[in-house]
């Protein structure tokens, strides 16, 4: 079978594939990638073909601002960008591809609507994957009626299409996927990029990371290691892509990497302060950590308000992110039973999903 994945160009957008895509070749299935033009290379050096499809979400944004003037809200920037812009530029790319490629199945990531949209038109069966939680219903609304046209038919949900791939375990899954006629759980499966794992302090240090994609939010992340330092605990900090240099000088007792194995680095935490991520509160789950979250964008805060509504994590949003009130949360998420005991108890849950493997064997019966 030859399955076609596609993704915004972005390693938030891109790592969530990779397991499922890595099964599929490991299977013998031909894979091929579809992505914007930054991410070309990096899917070639992960060893897939791949075609350049569709453009980046700052092109969007800068397309979007410049329709709306820079004084324009989130809203009208937003559902530019998401519901009319990505979508209908990944369309026009992928329309002419797909007779070429032949497809069997195109997989896609949530957000990258438009290659459901493409898939639907061609007769292709298509399946979107979990990368994040849902739009709020109001904004949903918005971004559906932007996309009628494109989708035609609308789906019962214009964001997860007419099947999905759902990594959420049940005690805090997204609503969102309520109303997908077609929905295949699978285990939130870490995709770690091939660098070394650093060195490591004992076990019970805190793990520090906003993600590859930080917002500017460099001062929130000096805020967060300072706070960190005045704990006494040793720190390790992933800036993924970011610049080191921009830190500054470090306490002694905090090491700083690029990007890391991170699934192997929660293994041996104490706790995971970071920006609320849809990966990297999974893989925190798994590991059976307690988190504080300090969201930044995207839907950091809706999962920020999920886990803490459920114990499971503690928030600081906006404003109340300083330096007093991150090392006052990370001390008490340091020595309280509970958070932990709640999170050990979604990685059972975790480990009893099916893994890729299994979900693939379901894709392909589904889409043959």
Known sequence: MRI????????GHLFPLLPLANAAAAAGHDVVFGTGESFV??????????????????????????????????????ITMFAELLPR?????????????????????????????AARRAGIPAVSVVIGRSMPPELLAVAAERLRPLWGTLPADALFGDACVDVWP???RD???????????????PYDPDVP??????????????????????????GAIRALANLGVDVLVALGPGDPTLLGELPSRVRVAGFVPQAEVLKHAGLVVHHGG??????SLAAGLPQLILPQGADQFAN????????????????????????????????????RELARGVAAEIAEMPPPEQVLDELVTWAS
């Open 41 to 78: 290379p990096k899917v070639r050096d992960l060893g897939f073909a791949v075609h350049r499809a569709g453009i980046g979400i700052g092109e969007a944004e800068a397309e979007a601002k410049r329709r709306h003037g820079a004084d324009a809200g989130f809203l009208d920037v937003g």
């Open 175 to 189: 609503p969102g996927t309520a109303a997908v006629p077609t929905v295949f759980r699978m285990r939130p499966t």
């Open 278 to 283: 849809t990966g990297t509160v999974l893989g």
């Open 197 to 222: 794992l650093p060195p490591l302090p004992e076990d019970g240090f805190v793990y520090l990371t906003l993600g590859t994609v930080v917002f500017g939010a460099t001062d929130v992340l000096r």
């Open 4 to 11: 076609l994945f596609t993704c915004r160009p972005a390693y």
């Open 89 to 117: 530029s990944l369309l026009e790319d992928l329309t002419p591809l797909l007779p070429g490629l032949r497809p069997d199945l195109v997989v896609y990531e949530m957000s990258d609507v438009g290659a459901g949209i």
């Open 170 to 172: 049940d005690s805090v």
């Open 304 to 339: 920020a308000e999920n886990l803490s509504r459920l114990g499971l994590a503690r928030a600081l949003v906006g404003d109340e992110i300083r330096i007093p009130a991150i090392e006052t949360a990370a001390r008490e998420l340091l020595t309280d039973p509970k958070p």
